[in-house]
């Protein structure tokens, strides 16, 4: 995401920081996500886990970002949920007030990871 919003990957610090103060100012975010028990996180122990290098993000972070940044965020997957009966392979997030959405071309790097050519 470092990439999208600042051109560049070095920015990847500032971006995961931000999101991790947008969900710690707005804990009902994660309130419902992170009920502690049943091998399940607190939420000062995921905001924690998120807050470490190397830990992938998940859609609560992903709606923190959308909001922290004031943009729009396409997930693109090829991969259909075993509980689904149709095929989805975008997700939307847009904050209220954020822009429409850019278009741009990908490419799949190899199953798991989309590239952007245009953005």
């Known amino acids: 995401m470092s990439q ?3 051109g560049t990957q070095a920015m990847h610090a500032l971006v995961r920081q931000k999101v991790v103060s947008h ?4 804990p ?6 992170a009920a502690a028990g049943d091998s399940h996180l ?8 998120m807050a470490k290098n190397k830990t992938w993000g ?3 972070t ?3 970002m959308a909001e922290a ?3 729009s965020i396409f997930v693109l997957s090829c991969i259909t949920p075993a509980s689904s009966t149709q095929r989805k392979y975008i997700t939307s997030i847009y904050p209220d007030g954020a822009q429409g959405p ?3 071309f990908y490419y799949v790097q190899n199953s798991r990871h989309y590239m952007p050519l245009y953005f």
């Open 62 to 64: 992903l709606a923190a």
């Open 42 to 49: 607190s939420a000062e122990e995921y905001l924690q886990e």
């Open 28 to 33: 009902s975010l994660i309130l419902h996500f």
């Open 4 to 6: 999208h919003l600042y």
């Open 102 to 104: 850019h278009y741009g």
């Open 23 to 26: 969900l710690r100012a707005n």
């Open 69 to 71: 940044y004031r943009c």
């Open 58 to 60: 998940d859609e609560i």
